[in-house]
């Protein structure tokens, strides 16, 4: 049923850290935003995210490749 519900809403992204300790910050969804998950990459890490009926925002900082279906954005220009 979460596939059925959700399954349209999924979006995936990577982010390339170009440096030692880039952040990524999740955050919910809903009627207070609050902070649901921290990584911290360094130099060459990749990590592969998914917006979810939880996850609404992410905050990266940090020199940082981000890859989404959009295209790519990149954090050091």
Request: net charge negative; glycine share 10%; proline share 0%.
């Amino acid at each position: 049923m979460e596939n059925e519900v959700f399954g349209n809403m999924s979006e995936y992204i990577a982010i390339k850290a170009l440096e030692n300790g880039v952040t990524i910050i999740g955050l919910t969804r809903g009627r207070d935003t609050k902070f649901q998950h921290t990584e911290k990459l360094d130099a060459g890490e990749v990590f592969i995210a998914e917006f979810t009926e939880i996850t609404s925002a992410m905050k990266i900082k940090g020199k940082a490749q981000i890859y989404t279906k959009h295209g790519m954005i990149d954090t050091t220009a």
